[in-house]
Structure formats: structure tokens, C-alpha cells
């Protein structure tokens, strides 16, 4: 059943469809929320005539229009009667004709060759001569007009510089005769000259796409180097997951649908075709971005422990997850594809180090973007109200009843390889010519079906509202991507092959601060927790999104400081700062804990040794800034056995075996 929103939304896109010739979307006919109506009987024929095929549907006394009413639909025929159909499809009751044509045309014909037809033809029935005109001769004309304002309004590419000016100069006076001097079509024509492409070619989307002018080093994550593909865990996940849906749908909109079809599409690598369906090539490009990202990131460091890596994968979850509820399954499944890669895949230690409920929430997903019986279920998820269970078949994650939906824009960016497999299979399954060499319309009917979802599916993407983040969007487009080569040997590097799953330390381990409470918001740090609103913008004009909350752990993966044997509590702080760009000497300002197993924890006193600690069972560390009228005080100073009585009074034998390793 068709949601009553989407179904909404289908009557206002119909104009945009192909209203004018009273279309209806046969691919959604299933859905229909209305009982099933007794039809009348319908007799289904065909009738030939020279260079064409009609399949003519008769229906029997008692069907709207009267008996016996009839509608003739073209089935097959020569290049010419097609475009001279243009002309009679209205009259004949071929209600989606001229929109299937306009969208289709292209894998047979070219413009200029279908232009000069149509007006060939209305010129050899007169219907371009002054003075008065016969009633066929002026249903011709507004047959004519009705197409070409389709023709402009939907395809302005079509009548840019690749026409001939003696064409257009036939076009023009046309449209006079048909429409008048100076009619909105004519104007629309004038201003489509001089623009190779037109103002929707589709092209390159680059620049656009990511917010161009907003670039330049101020407000970047990583100010200057390369960047650090470990800088996704600063970032929210919700916030991830709004930024990619702003970019997946500002391209997604950019579609042109018919270089989706499979005949253009599977040529797309011929020599002398890399340019072609570049509007598809730009949700392609995307796709493998954010993939590349996840995998670049799941990847990085091969000196981190499995549980610090953990983390990471942990949080492309949570995104994916967030990517769910905003209904951008573009993003949820190039996410999902890249945690399924084998370099990804194959790191066990990593998975066995995973929290059970995102391993929970990672299945759910995949499930969603699995391949099986042809997408089925990310088809009936696409055209959903809502993220609600559909009697049961949605496995939505938990996570995604943490706000209200009502709060979150309403939208949906479809995975365009569904559709392109649909097309292509199209494409391979039916002939584009029959054995007499008529051109097969039949075909193009039902590739104008799928394209008319893809335009439904715009018309909805159109109801997101997302404010760009150059910061997060800076980090994603400047990560340089690996080659198959490079994850493989990295994923070797991290987990070599055969390895018994023995947990080892790295020469110089790497410390994750876990948990944060206030952490560095007196010194206005830009760090980021997975969950929690935001409001307003932040210091040094970061995003609301980069704003630490107010209080209470938030289970934050913060940035990654490299720690040696040498390092004392005081520089492994520092190095924390200086990694969340602060000044090292706020150092003392802070005090570094490790929780342990039960609710305990065990706080650090200066003299403490870091690398110790690191080896024991917890790998979860706090940094809190120290409480109103506490001293910093020096090392000498520091009151080890007291701090050790007042964070940790009951500790077990393992803390005291772990305390003397430190101390």
C-alpha cells in the first residue's frame, strides 16, 4: 500500500510526470490503497499499418467513456511514425507516450534528427502556414506545443549548441505560429542558445556538491597536512549522517534519469563514452568516496590495539545506523558495503572487540542493503512513511528511537545501483528492434516505468533541509582513498594471515580517551560526542555539532595520543591536549583516570607511568578537567596514597597488583 504522504506526493509530481497526457504510474498499481474496483472486460488487439504497430485496448459496454471505447498505443514502428505519433498520442488515448518518449528517445535517436522530423511533418499537413487553420490542423498545433513546452521544461540540455542554427531558426517560427510572437516557449528557446548543456546538463558535479568558496584552511579539522582519517571520531554521528544526506541528495537531485538507462549506462567505459551519464558518474563518485573513507579509517594506524580500533568500526555503525533514519540508503549501504570488504572483514580481533549491540545493529543493516530477491526489502523501505516497522519486515535499528522523528527532515535518497541493475537488466532481457527492424517501444515503456519511480523518489528527496559543515565535508573530500593493493597489505599488517588472535603491545601503544565529562570546555575544545542536540554555532565557528555537552560521560571516542614507557601522566595529558588543538601548558588544569571493571576508577597522579596502565583489562580512560579550588600541584607534590583512598577505596587484588606496576 502506497502511504497516504507518498501518495500525497504523487499527485503533485503527475504534472511533473507527464499530466498534460494523463499519466499513471503503473509501477506503484499494486499499491494502491483503494479496494479493487470491478472493471469491465478488456479486449487487447493489435493492428498494423505502414511502418507502425498498435496495440489497441478495447473496453466493453460499461467502461468509462461509453461502449466499446477504444485506445490505440504504439507498440513498435519506424523512427518516423514514432515522432509523428508525438502528435497524435493525445488523441489516440496514448496516455504515457510522450513522456516515455522524451525520456527514452535518446537510445535510438538524437535530437536534432527527432526536432526535424516533428516539424517536417507539421509542415507537410500545413499546420505551420498563416491564416486560419482547419480544427485538425489546430488540434496539430496544440499537440505540437504541448510537447515542445514538455521538451523545454524537462530537457533544456537537448536544445543547447549541439543544434543547427537553421534548425532553430524553424523551431522559432514554429513556435510563433503554433503559440504566438513572443510566447514563454520561444523566450525559453532564446535563452537556452550560447549554453552548451543547458542550465540541468548534469555534469561534473564538483564543486557544488561540497559548498564551493567555503574552502580554505580556517575552521578545517586538520589545519595543515594531510588529513587524519582518524578525525571521523570527533565528529557526531548524527552529524555525519546529515552531512552525507545533504550531499547524497543535492546529487541525487542532479539525476538525470535517462542516463540511468542500461543501454547508456553499460557503454559507459567504451572508448569515446567516459564522459557520458555524468550525473550518474557523480552519485558514483560519492558512493565510493564514503566508502573509501570507511576503509581508510578502519584501517588506519596499524599499531592500535583491537580494542581502540573497535571504536572506529563501532562508530561507522552508529552512523550508518543515523544515515537509516534519515532514509539516505545511498550512504547506509556504501557504508555497509565497506565494513563488509575483506580487508575490513577479515580483521577478527577487531569484530570479536566490537559491543554486541552495534554488531546487532550492524547485521540489521546489512540486511537491508543485502542483495537478496533484488533489494526487495531496501525497495519496500524506500517508499516507507516514516522509519516505523511495516508489519514487522523493517529491522530498525533501537538507536533510532533516541529523538523524535517528527524533529528530523523528511526525505529519502534511494541506492541508484538498484535502479541501474533494473535498467540494465531491462536492456539485456528485451530487444531494441523487432526482427522487421521496427524500433521496440514496448522496451521503452518499461524503462519510462522505472524512471518515473527515480522521479517520485526526487520529488520526495526535496523535503530535506540540512545545513552544510565544511569542516566534516573538507576531511571527506581531501582523504585520499587506498588502492586494493594498499587495504590488503595494511589489513595484513594489522592481522596477519594465520596470526593466532593473541592480543600484543605495540613498541609505542596508542592512548583513546573513552569518556568525557566536561572535557577541555573551559578551554572551549571543539570535541565531539556520538549523541546529543545542538543549537547554535561553536567556538572558532565550529558547528553546533562540535560542541562538548554540558555534563555527564557521553561516551566519546576523542582523538589518539601516542604513548611511550616514558611518558608520566603529566605529558601523556599534554600530548591529549595538543592533539585537540589546545596549549600543552593547560596541562595541569586536567587529571587523567582510567574506569575499571564494577563502577570503579583509578585516578593518575603525576608520577604515574601510562604505559602500564595500558596493559591492564580496562583501555578506558577519562580526562576531566580538575574541580573548582583544587590545586594543581606539582609532581613532587602529588598525595599518591590519599588520591588513590578517595577515587578508589575498595580496590581488589588485581588494582593492587596494577597500582604497584604504576607507582
Same mark, same amino acid.
Given at each position: ?44 488487439t493489435e493492428e498494423a499499418e505502414e511502418g507502425v504497430i498498435y496495440t489497441v485496448t478495447t473496453r ?8 466499446? $471505447? ?21 488523441? /489516440? ?14 537510445? @535510438? ?34 499537440? @505540437?506545443?504541448? !510537447? ?19 534548425? =532553430? ?10 503559440? &504566438? ?29 561540497? &559548498?564551493? &568558496? ?6 578545517? =579539522? ?8 582518524? *578525525?571521523?571520531? #570527533?565528529?557526531?554521528? *548524527? ?54 573513507? !570507511? ?39 556504501? #557504508?555497509?558495503?565497506?565494513?563488509? $570488504? ?75 545501483? %538498484? ?19 521496427? #524500433? ?72 583513546? #580517551?573513552?569518556?568525557? %565529562?566536561?572535557? /577541555? ?7 565531539? $560526542? ?25 561516551? /566519546? ?5 601516542? !604513548? ?46 601510562? +604505559? ?7 583501555? *578506558?580512560?577519562?580526562l576531566r578537567p580538575k574541580s573548582a579550588g583544587e590545586p594543581a600541584l606539582p609532581p613532587s607534590a ?24 604504576? +607507582?
Open positions: 500500500m502506497l502511504p497516504r504522504s507518498l501518495r500525497q506526493l504523487l499527485e503533485g509530481a503527475r504534472l511533473e510526470l507527464g499530466e498534460e497526457q494523463g499519466v499513471t504510474l503503473s509501477g506503484y498499481r499494486s499499491w494502491s490503497p483503494d479496494p479493487p474496483q470491478p472493471q469491465p472486460p478488456v479486449t487487447l466493453q459496454p460499461g467502461a468509462p467513456g461509453g461502449a466499446g $471505447s477504444q485506445a490505440r498505443s504504439l507498440k513498435a514502428g519506424s523512427l518516423v511514425r514514432l515522432v509523428r505519433h508525438l502528435l497524435e498520442a493525445q488523441t /489516440l488515448g496514448d496516455a504515457t507516450y510522450i513522456p516515455a518518449f522524451l525520456v527514452t528517445y535518446r537510445v @535510438f535517436a538524437r535530437p536534432p534528427m527527432v526536432l526535424g522530423l516533428l516539424l517536417d511533418r507539421l509542415e507537410e499537413v500545413g499546420a505551420l502556414e498563416p491564416g486560419p487553420v482547419s480544427p485538425e490542423t489546430a488540434e496539430l498545433q496544440r499537440a @505540437f506545443s504541448s !510537447v515542445m513546452c514538455s521538451w523545454l521544461d524537462r530537457y533544456p540540455e537537448d536544445f543547447g549548441g549541439a543544434l543547427d542554427s537553421g534548425l =532553430v531558426e524553424r523551431l522559432g517560427r514554429s513556435l510563433q505560429c503554433a503559440l &504566438g510572437q513572443g510566447s514563454e516557449a520561444e523566450r525559453r528557446l532564446l535563452a537556452l542558445r550560447g549554453v552548451p548543456g543547458g542550465p540541468s546538463n548534469g555534469g561534473e558535479l564538483e564543486e557544488e556538491e561540497w &559548498g564551493a &568558496g567555503e574552502d580554505g584552511p580556517e575552521g578545517g =579539522v586538520t589545519p595543515r597536512g594531510d588529513p587524519d582519517p582518524l *578525525d571521523i571520531l #570527533i565528529f557526531q554521528a *548524527d552529524h555525519v549522517a546529515s552531512q552525507l544526506t545533504l550531499v547524497e541528495a543535492a546529487l541525487f537531485l542532479r539525476v538525470v534519469p535517462y542516463q540511468c538507462l542500461g543501454s547508456l549506462w553499460s557503454q559507459r567505459e567504451k572508448k569515446g563514452r567516459e564522459r557520458d551519464c555524468p550525473s550518474v558518474r557523480a552519485t558514483v563518485r560519492q558512493f565510493n568516496r564514503l566508502a573509501g573513507a !570507511v576503509i581508510r579509517s578502519c584501517l588506519a594506524r596499524p599499531g592500535l590495539r583491537p580494542q581502540q580500533r573497535a571504536r572506529i568500526l563501532e562508530k561507522w555503525i552508529h552512523v550508518a545506523e543515523e544515515c537509516r533514519t534519515l532514509r539516505n540508503f545511498s550512504s547506509l549501504c556504501a #557504508i555497509i558495503s565497506a565494513l563488509q $570488504s575483506s580487508p575490513v572483514h577479515r580483521l577478527k580481533r577487531t569484530w570479536d572487540e566490537t559491543a554486541r549491540d552495534a554488531l546487532r545493529s550492524y547485521e540489521e543493516l546489512s540486511t537491508i542493503c543485502s542483495e537478496q530477491d533484488n533489494y526487495n526489502l531496501s525497495r519496500q523501505l524506500l517508499f516507507q512513511e516514516g522509519t516505523s516497522k511495516p508489519s514487522g519486515t523493517d529491522p530498525a535499528p533501537r538507536r533510532q528511537l533516541r529523538r523524535p522523528q517528527e524533529q528530523r527532515p523528511v526525505g529519502v535518497v534511494p541506492y541508484l545501483g %538498484t535502479f541501474l541493475r533494473d535498467l540494465v537488466m531491462l536492456d539485456t532481457a528485451m530487444k531494441d528492434e523487432l526482427e522487421n527492424g521496427y #524500433i521496440n517501444f514496448e522496451k521503452r515503456r518499461k524503462e519510462f516505468e522505472v524512471l518515473a519511480q527515480l522521479r517520485l523518489l526526487q520529488s520526495v528527496c526535496r523535503n530535506y533541509s540540512v545545513q552544510p559543515s565544511p569542516p566534516f565535508q573538507r576531511w571527506l573530500r581531501a582523504l585520499p582513498p587506498l588502492s586494493e593493493a594498499q587495504s590488503h597489505s595494511l589489513s595484513c599488517e594489522i592481522e596477519p594471515p594465520g596470526e593466532a588472535p593473541i592480543p600484543q603491545r605495540p613498541l609505542k601503544p596508542t592512548l583513546v #580517551i573513552t569518556h568525557c %565529562t566536561e572535557l /577541555l570546555s573551559s578551554v572551549g575544545n571543539p570535541l565531539v $560526542s556520538w549523541e546529543g542536540p545542538s543549537s547554535h554555532e561553536g567556538p572558532s565557528g565550529c558547528s553546533p555539532d562540535l560542541l562538548p555537552p554540558p555534563h555527564g560521560p557521553t561516551q /566519546l571516542l576523542s582523538r589518539l595520543a601516542q !604513548v611511550t614507557s616514558q611518558d608520566k601522566t603529566p605529558s601523556v595529558i599534554a600530548k591529549v591536549l595538543e592533539k585537540h588543538g589546545q596549549e600543552r601548558a593547560a596541562a595541569p588544569q586536567f587529571q587523567l583516570v582510567q574506569l575499571l571493571p564494577e563502577g570503579k576508577e583509578l585516578t593518575f597522579p603525576p608520577t604515574a607511568n601510562v +604505559f602500564y596502565a595500558m596493559n591492564g583489562s580496562s583501555l *578506558d580512560f577519562v602529588a598525595p599518591r596514597r590519599a588520591e588513590l583512598s578517595a577515587t578508589f577505596p575498595k580496590i581488589k587484588a588485581t588494582g593492587r597488583k596494577l597500582a604497584r606496576a604504576l +607507582f
